[in-house]
């Protein structure tokens, strides 16, 4: 029983997840032609920094807003997400990349 709906799970998900992953890494040399999805693609080089970054800065902007008597949980959550993709690109760009180069 346990055997039929691993089975199942895996054809139901795993399958097309596979596919689709499929699909977009083949897509991949068409971004290298287009200067528009070359100028989007280049926000994925700081994923790792937004990952490393957003720890710091999700705890911190609600309580900033909070002691600012800004109560809205909307406006944090946009707040968190404009604040965090900033602070991302800019680390990404001038410490990160830097020290990429340098230790190159």
Partial sequence: MCYQSELNRFIRYGIPA???VYLFLSLEPLFKKSPTLIKISSYGDTSYTTYLLHTFIVPAVPILLIYLGLTSK???????????FIASYFAYHFFEKRLISFIK
Avoid: D, E, P, R
């Fill in 18 to 20: 596979g596919v689709l």
């Fill in 74 to 84: 909307s406006f944090a959550l946009i707040s968190c997400l404009v604040i965090t």
